[in-house]
DNA sequence: TAGATTGTTAATCGATTAACAATC
DNA sequence: TAGATTGTTAATCGATTAACAATC
């Protein structure tokens, strides 16, 4: 019976990694205080998080730093690699296939796909983009098990169509739509159009 | 009395907002039913959330397109503008300053500086890349709000500390690091490494 | 009036916090 | 043993959902 981990802890798992990496050279120990405060959290946030991966620290002592992480990789699927295409070579497509970020979860980009005769044939970032048209060919040909929509808002929905016909079951999608799609295929969201609206919020606040 | 909006509403709001843009060129009414559908929520959600900006619905009929977007917009801030400095001219900083989204909630980026001598006069999207140097002097002269951090993980708390010294009171962290800042600044954090944790997690499921 | 849809209530659900026994 | 820190419980908090009276 696989624990089902909240999602709300999942989402801090990432931030306890990073946090735990950066403590890793300077010692081998740290309590749930350390690892609160890296992370911006409350250390009883911790604890409770780290007790859904099982018990893996020592009490009166603290956490081994070193398994902690190995402990939180296994859960976060880090044991895997994925590769991955990304669809439009604009800006927002150039940041993200530059961005040295994905290696460490296990990312791969194998592909950067685009509809415009302009972009296609240019290099980013090593790769020579390639044309849309493609898309089914290539995925099919790499392996390709995610697909990273860059593309302005109006493509994003056509782009997830061709994704999905073409095999692909995970959909991060920068673009600031909802995608409809089955529900075999899952899709993740970051929109830094609605992040920008938050901040709005907040400073129009007295 | 200003009522306090939960902030999933709020979080939630500029989505509303994208969906009633999107619907306002066909129609000039719509339901709740059609906003969660756009939205990619429920229909209950949309009128709670909406409850807590007023009453601007009618029963049995639906919500003024128009009217309702006023009533978001004004309830987000999105009537005033923000002078906004981006801190790092890498890949993340390009993408950013050459993002269009900023205009829509009211940001106007007024300078991008950067620390790196190869960087620091070239041009990126109509700006000049500035000194990381004269940031106090860009934010006193250029009355800036808004700090963005795109800078590598390692230069950010500096940057922070630099731009908070500057006057700065509001900073939007694109670094994967916790910021540790005074109450005064308020910091708001956009990390797309952590969003490829979550979904490396999601596909290693079952 | 009949049909539709809001605004609001109450119930449910899930996440956070505080406290502390367990135990190194 | 004394001090420290975990793992877990129970209480609290906040957000979501379902239902429906109000009302256009």
Chains 1, 2 share one sequence.
Not at 26 to 55: M, N, P, Y
Not at 167 to 180: Q, T
């Amino acid at each position: 019976m696989k624990a089902p981990i909240p999602s709300a802890t999942v989402a801090r798992l990432p931030r306890y990694l990073r946090c735990l990496a950066d403590m890793s050279t300077v010692s081998s120990q740290c309590s749930s205080e350390h690892i609160a405060e890296g992370a911006g959290v409350t250390a009883a946030q911790v604890r409770k998080d780290l007790s859904f991966l099982g018990s893996h620290g020592t009490r009166g002592v603290g956490y081994d730093i070193d398994e902690l992480m190995v402990q939180i990789k296994a859960v976060l699927g880090m044991t895997k690699t994925f590769r991955v295409v990304v669809v439009g070579a604009g800006n927002l497509g150039s940041a993200i296939t530059n961005y040295r970020g994905f290696e460490t979860w296990g990312f791969e980009i194998v592909a950067v796909v685009d509809n415009d005769s302009n972009k296609i044939g240019s290099a980013i970032d090593g790769f020579t983009v390639e044309a849309f048209a493609s898309l089914g060919s290539i995925v099919a040909e790499r392996a390709v098990q995610i697909g990273i929509i860059a593309t302005p808002p109006a493509a994003a929905q056509l782009v997830a169509d061709e994704l999905t016909a073409a095999g692909v079951r995970s959909i991060l999608n920068l673009a600031p739509i909802v995608l409809k799609t089955g529900d075999e295929v899952s899709v993740r969201r970051v929109d830094l159009s609605t992040e920008l609206g938050i901040l709005a919020y907040h400073l129009s606040q007295p």
